[in-house]
C-alpha cells in the first residue's frame, strides 16, 4: 500500500486554504494524509476549518507556529511530522493558494508501480487548464537539466519516495522559495521522472505564504555556490551551461560591432 503525505504550509488566505484541502478530499485515491503548518496568522484559522468540520476527517492534521518563519520553515516542520509517519512513503507539496485534480493520486501510483521510481514530476496548469509546466523530453531527467531550463520549465508537482529525503531539508537561509536546493541535493540520490500528467491547479497570487520574501543570506550567490558544492556539482560549469545560448548570442553582437 502506497500512502502520500502532503506537505501544506499556509498563511493568512482561509478560504484558498479550504479550497486546497477539498481538492485533497475529492482525490479518487484515499490513501493519503496531509499536514497543514499555519505560518503564524492572524486569523483563526483552526477555527474555521473547525466551523468546515474539516477535522472530522482524521487525515487532517494542523499546526500553528507561534511566528511566521517563513514557507521553508513551516514546510520542515511538516516534514518532520510526515517523517515520524511509519505508515506514509511518499510526500507532495501543495501551496494553500493550489489546489490538486481529482485523480492526480490515482494516476501518480499507477505511474510509480509500473516505472518503480522515487521522484515523478508531473505538469501544473492555470485555471483554464493551460500548461504552466513546458516540457521538451519525457521520461528519466537530470535534475540540473530541469534546473537551467534546459528539458523543461516553469513550476512542476513532485511526489517523492520519502526515504531518499531522508535528512534532507528544506532551507531556513531563505525565508520564501528555493525549493531547488531540496531538489538539488535529492538529485544526488535519484533520478526525475517526468511523465505527461496534468496533476495541479497554480493560481500565482501577488501575495505570498509570507509576510516578507527577503533572504536570510544576503548574498545569494555565495548560498547558490555553497549549494552546489555540498552536493558535488560545479556552479561555474551549470551557469555556463544555462547561458551558453546568451553567451554565443553576445558573442555574435560583439564581432557584428567590431565590424561596423
Known amino acids: 500500500m502506497y500512502k502520500i503525505g502532503v506537505i501544506l504550509p499556509t498563511f493568512e488566505r482561509k478560504e484558498l486554504l479550504l479550497r486546497a484541502i477539498h481538492s485533497l478530499f475529492r482525490q479518487t485515491y484515499l490513501e493519503w494524509e496531509v499536514y497543514i503548518v499555519d505560518d503564524g496568522s492572524s486569523v483563526d484559522i483552526e477555527s474555521y476549518l473547525k466551523s468546515k468540520n474539516i477535522f472530522l476527517d482524521k487525515r487532517v492534521h494542523y499546526m500553528k507556529l507561534d511566528n511566521n518563519e517563513g514557507v521553508n520553515v513551516a514546510r520542515n516542520t511538516a516534514l518532520a511530522q510526515i517523517n515520524k509517519n511509519n505508515s506514509i512513503n511518499f510526500i507532495s507539496l501543495l501551496d494553500d493558494d493550489d489546489y490538486f485534480l481529482d485523480d492526480y493520486f490515482e494516476h501518480a501510483i499507477q505511474i510509480i508501480k509500473k516505472q518503480n521510481i522515487q521522484w515523478l514530476v508531473t505538469k501544473c496548469v492555470d485555471e483554464r487548464g493551460h500548461d504552466i509546466t513546458t516540457v521538451s523530453k ?104 544555462k547561458y551558453e545560448n546568451k553567451k554565443m548570442i553576445k558573442s555574435i553582437y560583439y564581432k557584428v560591432l567590431s565590424l561596423v
Open 138 to 241: 519525457y521520461g528519466t531527467m537530470d535534475y540540473l537539466d530541469y534546473l537551467s531550463g534546459k528539458l523543461m520549465q516553469n513550476d512542476a508537482t513532485m511526489l517523492i519516495e520519502k526515504k531518499v529525503l531522508r535528512d534532507i531539508w528544506f532551507t531556513d537561509e531563505v525565508k520564501n522559495g528555493y525549493e531547488w536546493i531540496l531538489f538539488l541535493h535529492l538529485s544526488v540520490k535519484t533520478k526525475m521522472y517526468v511523465y505527461d500528467l496534468s496533476s495541479k491547479v497554480v493560481s500565482y497570487l501577488d501575495t505570498g505564504l509570507s509576510k516578507s520574501k527577503k533572504t536570510r543570506n544576503s548574498n545569494k550567490k555565495v548560498l547558490q555556490k555553497r549549494v552546489f558544492k555540498e552536493c558535488g556539482y560545479n556552479y561555474y560549469n551549470f551557469l555556463s551551461k
